[in-house]
């Protein structure tokens, strides 16, 4: 919320958030497609070698399998460290004199992860209840705060959805401003396809991925409007909302004048992220094993506990990286390493999204045939692909962008250098190693897990 302020104001906001909504629902039901067809944890990358050009598809999937896993590495680190802030932020209303430092982040990113990756080893069947719960609580959460804040909170007159505010220093190229704002509402929208990379431990995988990943991003979009609406009404002014350490916090408290119930209403926040990284440790470290199980990792992150059922050297991986990149928080605020990662993550992932959407284009235009799955977008198909590419390439576009102006060391988007690296990073493994001895994805593991997936 705070950048889409920052960079537009409540016109941004609005506008931005539809424009994505529409975006992602393309991106869902290409990505959606593609699972029907073959519903396995590598997905992406699956995906590319399957449909790719013969000439490109096996440097286009190890490319894309790093994209893809890096993409998911870095989005749990900025889900964690959104946790955090909602807790740092509880402690704020209760203790005025509290300042959260970027190591203070850091310290209890590392504490939560930790019983995180004790809970994928040693309590793994309880994770899809706590999601269970954490599902409820977010559908009860999400009538209490619009109710509260239609009801008590104030109300800004109707001309204020249109406001436009720069106070980036992008004043010059409202444009870029504008891209830049809706930033926010796109990393929102990120991970949807968490779902694809659970498929291999899901029944009837075929169509209850698809399905599930498609109709999660309608309702959310949904609910989202709503509350991006409700939001809008009830902040105030813009220049107060940008001098808030938190901006939620502050709409809160403005509306119910209450610390305990503005606390109450931010720790039902606080649980469902948390119980959102829990499960994205569990989907992540299936990503990380599956990439090792294909051979884009070394072997022994494909290792699958025999005692626990679950591959607990990828966990253990999983969170290691999670706690290294939240160590960004160290020496800047949370705000300025949290805009990193976010940038980081959905710059990768849109990548990885770019290059398996872009293969099923390719499948289509050259009349090759493409047996669809049990959920697909028959004649709309080609049309929605094209959609979805062309809004993955835009956003793709403005993603390193910087958010403030000038720039400086400690306002820098660092999303874009460290992207450069990590692709730098698969472009020498390849030629040192990949080129001449990686012969793609295990296609015999592949076609038994297809094979079964309608079960």
């Known amino acids: 919320m705070y950048f889409a302020l920052f960079n537009g104001g409540p016109q941004t906001f609005l506008f931005s958030f539809i424009i994505v909504f529409f975006g992602a629902i393309s991106q869902a039901a290409s990505l959606g497609e593609m699972a029907s067809i073959q519903p396995v944890a590598g ?15 096996r440097f286009a999937t190890w490319i894309q399998g790093w994209a893809t896993w890096f993409g998911y590495v870095s989005l749990l680190a900025a889900i964690a ?24 982040t850091s310290v209890l990113v590392i504490a939560m992860c930790l019983v995180h990756g004790l809970m994928n080893v040693y309590a793994f069947k309880l994770i899809p209840w706590i999601e269970l ?16 804040l239609v009801v008590m909170g104030p109300r800004n007159p109707s001309s204020f959805w249109l406001e436009r505010s720069i106070s980036s220093g992008w004043e010059q190229n409202e444009y870029v401003a504008w891209n830049l704002g809706m930033l926010t509402c796109v990393w929102s929208f990120t991970g949807f396809d968490s779902a694809i990379h659970m498929s291999e ?42 001098l808030q350490p938190s901006q939620i916090q502050a709409i809160l408290l403005n509306a119910t004048g209450s610390n305990k119930a503005t606390t109450a209403m931010i720790a039902g926040l606080f649980i469902i992220s948390f119980s959102v990284n829990l499960a994205n440790i569990a989907s992540v470290s299936r990503l990380t094993w599956a990439w090792a ?18 591959p607990v050297r990828s966990v253990v991986l999983t969170v290691f990286l999670v706690c290294a990149l939240n160590l960004l928080n160290i020496g800047n605020t949370s705000y300025v390493a949290f805009g990193a990662i976010t940038s980081l993550s959905s710059l990768a992932l849109y990548i ?35 959609l979805a590419l062309v809004y993955t390439l835009y956003v793709i576009i403005f993603l390193p ?31 040192a190693h990949a080129r001449k001895n990686w012969a793609g994805p295990n296609l015999t593991i592949l076609d038994f897990v297809v094979a079964n997936a309608s079960e």
Not at 215 to 242: H, K, P, Q, R, Y
Request: charged share 10%; aromatic share 12%; net charge positive.
């Open 43 to 57: 997905a992406q990358y699956h995906w590319t070698y399957y449909m790719a050009p013969t000439s490109v598809k």
């Open 352 to 386: 990885s999204y770019a290059i398996a959407i872009a293969s099923i284009i390719y499948v289509r235009l050259s009349g090759s045939t493409l047996k669809l799955g049990e959920w697909n977008l028959g004649r709309f198909g080609l049309s929605i692909n094209i």
């Open 201 to 242: 431990e899901t029944r009837k995988a075929k169509s209850a991925v698809p399905r599930a990943m498609f109709w999660s991003i309608f309702m959310n979009g949904v609910l989202g409007f709503i509350m991006v609406n409700v939001l809008i009404s009830a902040m105030g002014s813009v220049e107060d909302m940008l």
């Open 81 to 104: 460290n959104v946790t955090i802030i909602l807790l740092e932020s509880m402690i704020s209303i209760n203790h005025p004199d509290y300042v959260a430092g970027g190591w203070h």
């Open 293 to 310: 199980r294909d051979g884009g990792m070394p072997g022994y992150f494909a290792y699958v506990s025999p005692n626990h059922r679950v």
């Open 133 to 148: 719960v954490a599902g409820v609580l977010h559908v009860c959460l999400f009538v209490i705060f619009v109710v509260v």
């Open 401 to 431: 962008f910087p958010s403030t102006l000038p720039v400086t060391s400690e306002n820098m988007n660092y999303c874009g250098p460290v992207m450069v690296a990590v692709l730098a990073i698969a472009v020498g493994l390849w030629f």
